[in-house]
């Protein structure tokens, strides 16, 4: 699990990185104010320290074959997240109760699977916007039915809107 847990938390230290940078470049691109821009430059500094501390000990419930099925719905969110992802589908095809998957992000990630799944599909938002397909597209390629909730779901995440993103001829 170690090894396991060591690559989650550096993928979602570089993705809450990345995201804080990009946040701290649109702030001194629209000549925000000195104080927005320290605070996004040293939440950035934090979130880039954080994976510098020691590792703590989480004291899992978790018994091996239990985390084995925690990381299937891990997988299931990584590569199925372009679709309506219900907590019943997850522990159906992974095999555990309702009850596991919350626990076991918990101990394993320190995150929630929909946390998990809303990182996952904004990365691949920004990643699909930049390659210069349409928001409208987008939205249907990251598991979002309407564009007016990826939109506030993006902004919110990332601090500014996707149109910002699309790179136009």
């Given amino acids: 699990m170690d090894i396991v847990q060591t690559r989650t938390d550096h993928h979602l230290g570089v993705v809450g990185t990345q995201r804080l940078a990009q946040s701290l470049v649109h702030l001194h691109g629209r000549d925000a104010g000195l104080l927005d821009i320290q605070i996004a430059a040293l939440s950035m500094l934090a979130e880039q320290t954080r994976t510098l501390l020691p590792a703590t000990q989480v004291k899992s419930q978790l018994r091996g074959d239990e985390q084995d099925r925690i990381l299937r719905v891990r997988d299931i969110l990584m590569h199925q997240h372009d679709r309506q ?10 095999g555990i109760n309702e009850f596991k998957p919350k626990q ?30 349409y928001v409208s597209t987008v939205v249907y390629k990251v598991g979002y039915e309407h564009l007016s909730s990826f939109s506030a779901a993006f902004e919110r995440y990332y601090g500014r809107p996707p149109e910002s993103i699309a790179k136009r001829p």
């Fill in 104 to 133: 076991g992000f918990r101990a394993m990630f320190d995150t929630s699977p929909h946390r998990m799944l809303m990182d996952i599909r904004m990365k691949k938002a920004w990643e699909l916007l930049e390659t210069g397909l």
């Fill in 85 to 94: 992802l219900t907590v019943a589908y997850l522990c159906a095809t992974a």
